[in-house]
């Protein structure tokens, strides 16, 4: 049986991409309260570092971990993030947060750096895409998975304690992933344009890592999940690789500039899906809203020489790109049942489980897409009427404000960040005590959310910083 549980570490990721989208002058919030959002959001990549930590670290309660990792097969694979609570580090949806967190910055750079947070924000992206170029041995090898999702779960321990398996898996030719691999390869390519400026050098060794993956999931191709049975349970291919074949085209086009890749999504357009799949999700396992966005800003910048067949077909993908947004809108015909329900309140409910990823997704692709509105003075044409850019925006903070406290229990849902929100991040590190700070004491072994010393319960405040380790605040035990 599937655990979908484990689907819970997107939606605490995408929230932070989400959040880099408002430092705009006119929010209903003050932008002060969207930059500490921001600095809180970009906080928590750090706190899911899996590796040796730098020196200039800030989350002081996490230490080196997975230093290991790799060692059986002989391949350097430390570095990476870890996946939410868990200890293993799944290629999939690490690639997906990369890529993602890699958009935020080509689209909104220069507000990221005026809040003082892109060297932040680089570096978030740096130490997933120095992990890939490790994990990427060979241009037909991508080591996609270190850890197993059963063993780890059966033993809440922190990354620096751990004991469980640290089993590596990869994909070759002769056990193909082609999700993985155009997902990396889309992750690289966007990570080469968001440093082409700041590190050219690192954006050119990124670029031809992209351009080798892509070649090796398009020209061998197959699920992932059917190669490596250890993630099945816990990221398994909906959507199966269509999706992020064309993304990862996508990205290396916009990244290279080169028409063979336009020329790949154009040829490929029914054969994968792009511009037939009319679908209202956007989520780590089904990126084609995002590629339908992406095509339709081919069609909308102007004065690009494209040959008429190249337009209808381009028309066809934002047709579907319109339809994902006016889903969100609720402005598709009520009688095909394709908008995006909502709650009483007004946030957009896709699923029960971990509804939140789907929401942040929507927003930042609602945010984008009002951009392009702007830059083009184009409408949103949809079955119930014609939005603006405005519309589209208004939606996606609308959906921001909600996580970030404009709710009816009027709670945030980042931490750390309001007047109430959860205390801890999903991270075994920060509900557990560490056995090398504190001695191997029965709640440490047990991993409970709080650790004695001295007759009282120590907590830590994950978005502090101290020059010990872990910061923490006293309070009588009850």
């Not at 489980?353 to 692709?365: D, E």
């Not at 590190?429 to 319960?457: E, K, P, Q």
Request: proline share 3%; glycine share 10%.
């Amino acid at each position: 049986m599937e655990k979908v549980g484990d689907k819970r570490s997107m939606s605490r990721r995408l929230v932070a991409l989400v959040l880099l989208l408002l430092l705009l002058p006119t929010t209903s919030r003050a932008a002060s309260e969207y930059r500490e959002a921001l600095a809180k959001s970009l906080l928590y990549f750090e706190a899911q570092r899996s590796g040796r930590l730098p020196y200039d670290h800030r989350v002081s309660w996490r230490g080196h971990s997975g230093l290991t990792d790799g060692l059986e097969q002989g391949v350097d694979l430390v570095g990476g993030y870890y996946d939410a609570g868990d200890n293993v580090k799944f290629g999939l949806p690490m690639a997906f947060t990369v890529t993602m967190l890699s958009w935020s910055v080509v689209e909104y750079g220069g507000d990221i750096a005026a809040a003082g947070e892109l060297k932040h924000a680089l570096e978030a992206i740096k130490w997933g895409t120095d992990y890939f170029i490790k994990a990427h041995t060979h241009p037909n090898v991508l080591w996609a998975q270190v850890g197993d999702g059963d063993t780890d779960h059966s033993c809440w321990q922190r990354p620096e304690d751990m004991t469980t398996s640290r089993q590596a898996h990869k994909i070759d030719e002769e056990h193909p992933g082609s999700e993985v691999a155009g997902e990396t390869a889309a992750a690289m390519a966007a990570a080469s344009i968001a440093f082409k400026e700041t590190n050219p050098h690192y954006s050119h060794v990124l670029l031809h890592h992209a351009q080798q993956l892509f070649e090796f999931g398009d020209k061998h191709r197959g699920r992932y999940d059917d190669s490596i049975g250890a993630a099945r349970r816990y990221y398994p291919s909906g959507s199966g690789y269509g999706d992020e074949l064309l993304w990862a085209a996508l990205w290396l086009h916009r990244a290279s500039g080169s028409e063979e890749y336009l020329n790949y999504v154009l040829d490929n357009a029914y054969d994968l899906n792009g511009a037939t799949w009319a679908i209202s999700e956007f989520s780590w396992d089904i990126k084609y809203a995002g590629v339908q966005i992406l095509a339709s800003k081919l069609l909308m910048e102007g004065g690009r020489d494209l040959r008429e067949e190249q337009v209808s077909i381009l028309e066809q993908y934002r047709a579907k790109a319109h339809h994902y947004l006016c889903s969100c809108l609720s402005m598709n015909d009520d009688d095909s049942g394709s908008n995006v329900a909502r709650t009483p309140a007004g946030l957009l409910f896709v699923r029960r489980w971990n509804n939140m990823q789907y929401v942040a997704g929507a927003a930042f692709l609602l945010a984008v897409y009002s951009d392009y509105l702007a830059d083009s003075g184009e409408l949103l044409h949809c079955p119930r009427g014609s939005s603006g850019s405005e519309d589209l925006l208004s939606l996606a903070k609308s959906q921001v404000d909600y996580v970030l406290g404009s709710n009816p229990r009027g709670i945030s849902y980042l931490v750390g960040h309001g007047g109430r929100h959860p205390r801890r991040v999903h991270h075994r590190a920060a509900s557990s005590v560490s056995t090398r700070w504190t001695g191997r004491s029965s709640a440490a072994r047990r991993g409970s959310t709080s650790g004695t010393a001295g007759g009282a319960i120590t907590r830590t405040l994950w978005w502090e910083r101290s020059s010990e380790a872990p910061t923490t605040r006293t309070s009588s035990a009850t």
